[in-house]
């Protein structure tokens, strides 16, 4: 691949990755939200809207682990993914979920931004999957959830500070 197509890639996918555009990105979406609301039932649904914090966290870390560890092994589906129905969480444990997001999200990042990462070559101990595969899914789950979020910020009259 040339320079220039191999930098504009990198570019695209890490702004991707940050959201913005065409959609709110991460730290937006969860910027003031009030703590005291992080346990309130999502309307017509079976999960607290902290639930759908930790759920993007653990998918985001497990595609993150997928990539770099070949000895990884995802959490079973769907159990692992959700916290239990009705478990609540601490202002703390909301701040901490999040934190970790930030911190794979970077890790993702730093992958993209790597020149020895080969976005198109088989990973070597997933051979269906590629790299750019794997960081356009967590991309993807990134913005539907962080749509949801703010979705669900909107209908509980919880607004994020910025509106897109």
């Known amino acids: 691949m040339n320079t220039r197509t191999d930098r504009v890639i ?17 730290d937006d979406a969860v910027e003031g939200f009030p703590l005291d609301r992080i346990n309130t ?16 966290r653990v998918v985001q870390w497990d595609i993150l682990e997928f990539i770099r560890n070949p000895g990884h092994v995802s959490p079973d589906f769907p159990g692992g993914y ?18 970790r997001f930030r911190d794979d999200l970077e890790a993702l990042k730093n992958l993209v931004r ?3 990462t080969d976005f198109f070559s088989p990973i070597p101990h ?18 539907f959830h962080v749509g ?10 919880l607004n994020p500070v910025k509106e897109y």
């Open 10 to 26: 990198r570019e695209q996918l890490l702004a991707l990755l940050e959201g913005g555009n065409a959609h709110m990105g991460f």
């Open 41 to 56: 039932p999502v309307p017509q649904g079976s999960y607290l809207v902290w639930h759908l914090l930790f759920h993007m």
């Open 82 to 99: 959700w916290p239990r129905p009705g478990e609540q969480a601490r202002p703390a444990v909301w701040e901490e979920i999040a934190n």
């Open 114 to 116: 790597d020149p020895g």
């Open 126 to 143: 997933a051979r269906d999957y590629t790299m750019l595969r794997e960081i356009l899914l967590a991309a993807d789950h990134n913005a």
């Open 148 to 157: 949801e979020l703010v979705c669900l910020r909107r209908v509980l009259n």
